[in-house]
């Protein structure tokens, strides 16, 4: 039986791309319009997909806006995808036949080297997202025009190949995803049987707050740290995100030693949870 | 003689607002367009403003990205300032003349309430910014339309008055700014005689890097932490913002305090600088 996946829409951007990866066939794919939406899908879905950071622009502020008030839902796992645009074509189509290539005007922008270099007498022409781009050319009855995507709409749309893959003038751009499952226990096989990460959700009890003293009393090792204004609360008093991780060395203690951190920092007087375990 | 500080413009918005708070009128205020413009104007004007986080939106990015290369300018204050809606009308308007109310579409809305108890039969009108809806009622010849902008703008544009103050729905609503000035020496007066306050760079030297063993190393008070992505690097390897507070026993001592920190981060293999002192 398949499970019930909401991603952040629409159907055929890189978060479809991310969950694909994931999930792979074993999943049917919801879109939802925001992430606070995709976030909230985990009420009647199974999973949810949200895009958590990217290598060049950061934090996705409205994921971690989301995470401060999630109540259901545990974040399972994590997927970095390198975003890889693809140019896609009809089936059997050369590059020689292409005089036209439509796409969302960012991944127009972001292969304009690809473009000048290999279709410098092509004429481009901007669509609504990525993958309203492959589905024009799914539908044409002519050879002559490309779409730049991600590889997961030629599994959405029928009768496309991908001529050239990773196009994109800059190649060092990665997106980390979330992906979160409704409860604790989480299903086969997608929970990690031996996770090595944890995501901490700390909200000060006061304002003169000393995030030195905070991480020594968590007394694990702390990979990243995300803050965002806690929400109807003194105005500056921040929620923050401790991504933390495992030793090597007793990595079967690692769900205790992380219950045992919250412990910690709830009894000196601050709010503490475990948001995810993966 | 007067400074010249560059401010985050148009003039009469609330960065404005923010650097005449702290310079008053011993300043020309030199408007500019962008945050990464407003940094970069410190190699000709003596100081520069800018937005560094809003109590309900956050950190602004686009402050802390310019940071993260910022060579000229150290940070030499910082200013708290309330988002405060002004009802500005022309000198000798009385509210029962209003008919009309103008300005920025987002402090239209952000007065909604006030609007709709007090001037529920006026009409509202857009502008592109709350000084434009200050200048507008300044050259009106008649006493009908009212603007809603920062208090700033009666000492910029002629003929006009505060007739109500603090018109906004939502009275939790601070932005915190930060002065920069062009060298580590300051001017009287504006430089602090005894800094609390210091933000220090942190861009670690590898990836596997724990955020618990940073902060042993600095070992002094942190209040916040941000952090961005370092450019040109590999993906995800982050720059982190410490802002570090002098503890109250020993004050005198505190700039020596961050010297040595800095000191002990580059002797572990980081790359570490002080870019604020207040």
């Not at 690809?114 to 044409?140: D, G, N, R, W």
């Not at 959700?201 to 702390?222: G, N, Q, Y």
């Amino acid at each position: 039986m398949k499970v019930d996946v909401g991603v952040l829409g629409p159907l055929g951007t890189y978060t479809h791309q991310a969950a694909h990866e994931y999930f792979q066939a074993s999943a049917i794919y919801n879109e939802r319009q925001t992430i606070a939406a995709t976030l909230e899908s985990l009420e009647t879905l199974d999973y949810a997909v949200v895009p958590r950071e990217n290598s060049i622009f950061g934090s996705v502020v409205e994921t971690f806006d989301g995470l401060r008030v999630l109540k259901q839902g545990l974040i399972q796992g994590e997927v970095v995808l390198k975003i890889q645009h693809c140019l896609v074509v009809k089936k059997g189509a050369k590059i020689s036949d292409i005089d036209c290539v439509i796409s969302h005007e960012q991944a127009l922008g972001q292969c304009r080297r690809f473009i000048s270099e290999h279709l410098p007498s092509a004429t481009t022409s901007k669509t609504t997202s990525t993958a309203a781009a492959a589905e024009t050319v799914s539908k044409l009855q002519k050879l002559n025009v490309a779409a730049i995507c991600s590889k997961i709409c030629i599994t959405m749309f029928e009768d496309l190949e991908i001529l050239v893959d990773g196009i994109q003038d800059e190649d060092i751009n990665y997106t980390r995803f979330f992906i979160l499952g409704k409860d604790s226990e989480g299903r086969p096989p997608f929970k990690s049987l031996r996770p090595t990460h944890a995501l901490i959700r700390v909200t000060p009890s006061k304002m003169c707050f000393d995030l030195a003293e905070l991480l020594k009393i968590v007394d694990l090792s702390v990979k990243r740290i995300d803050r965002r204004p806690a929400p109807a609360s003194d105005p500056f008093l921040d929620i923050y995100f401790l991504e933390v991780v495992s030793s090597p060395h007793n990595p079967s203690e690692w769900p205790e030693q992380v219950s045992h951190s919250i412990l910690r920092i709830r009894n000196n007087g601050h709010f503490a949870e475990s948001i995810g375990l993966w």
